[in-house]
């Protein structure tokens, strides 16, 4: 589904991503299926369940310096960000959100990382 050799996120495919050289999996390695990455640490992304986003699911990122944030919203983009947490994001002072199926968003994650720029990541691994 996605693979960048020159990482950070190095592979991700259904459920399973390679960051750094660890893999990340539904099947329990790593912190699981669903990842925040932030100021290049990997960590779960306990906070989201089912598939609407409320604003305490995006809390982890939130008053951390973040400018950019890459919501990665599954592999057939199934998770939707509701309108309070949009405005939660924004109050926040991130100027930029974008929102995308995951495998897009770890292109996305990775351009953003190699360029210096303060960016955030949250992906769900499936559906």
């Known amino acids: 589904m996605f693979e960048d050799p020159k990482g950070p996120i190095e592979k991700f495919e259904w459920g399973r991503y390679q960051i750094k050289g660890k893999v990340h999996s539904a099947d329990g390695e ?4 669903d990842v925040c990455i932030l100021k290049g640490s990997v960590r779960e ?3 989201r369940k089912g598939h609407t986003l409320k604003p305490h699911m995006v809390a982890c990122v939130l008053n951390a310096g973040v400018d950019i ?4 919203n599954g592999v057939y983009g199934k998770v939707k960000v509701s309108k309070a947490t949009r405005r939660a994001i924004k109050n926040d002072g991130i100027s930029k959100l974008i929102i995308e199926k995951t495998p897009d968003a770890c292109a996305t994650y990775n351009r953003l990382a190699r360029e210096g720029k303060h960016a955030a990541l949250l992906a769900h691994g499936t559906c």
């Open 69 to 72: 944030l890459v919501i990665g």
């Open 30 to 33: 790593g912190v699981g299926k």
């Open 45 to 47: 992304w306990a906070a």
